[in-house]
């Protein structure tokens, strides 16, 4: 079986980045800072499916991509979850929280609808992204 992204988040989100186990997505909603880790594993859809050394890299991978948020973006909380309701590819949500933000205090899902990114202002968070990444 050979990887292949799940078609919702292909649809959802923008490639940011590729990191030893996971590609990292950028949610298309300007609302929030809102990345996704998409382990490169085909079939998996949860994350104790994941041999010990992925589920180690997994972590780290997050723990990075969270360090990344709070250096960009300054949140009162970075969100980290692994849902799989809708999509059951296993990915993993890392999302930066405000308490201004117009969720806050709750959950980002089904929270009215996503706002598209301008263009430049996607460009831009995508570069600022890679630059933070890599």
Request: glycine share 6%; proline share 7%; aromatic share 6%.
């Amino acid at each position: 079986m050979t990887f292949s992204l799940h078609e919702r988040l292909a649809a959802d989100t923008v490639p940011v980045w590729t990191l030893d186990l996971s590609h990292v997505l950028l949610m298309r909603d300007a609302r929030w800072p809102w990345l996704i880790l998409v382990p490169a594993r085909a079939g998996v859809t949860e994350i104790h499916q994941l041999d010990q050394t992925d589920r180690g890299r997994l972590i780290e991978e997050a723990a990075q991509a969270g360090r990344v948020l709070e250096r960009l973006f300054s949140p009162d909380k970075v969100n980290v979850g692994a849902l799989g309701n809708m999509v059951p590819q296993l990915h993993v949500h890392v999302i930066a929280r405000r308490r201004d933000d117009p969720a806050w205090p709750g959950p980002v899902w089904g929270h009215g609808a996503a706002e598209p990114y301008a263009p430049d202002a996607l460009s831009r968070r995508i570069e600022d992204l890679r630059a933070a990444l890599g």
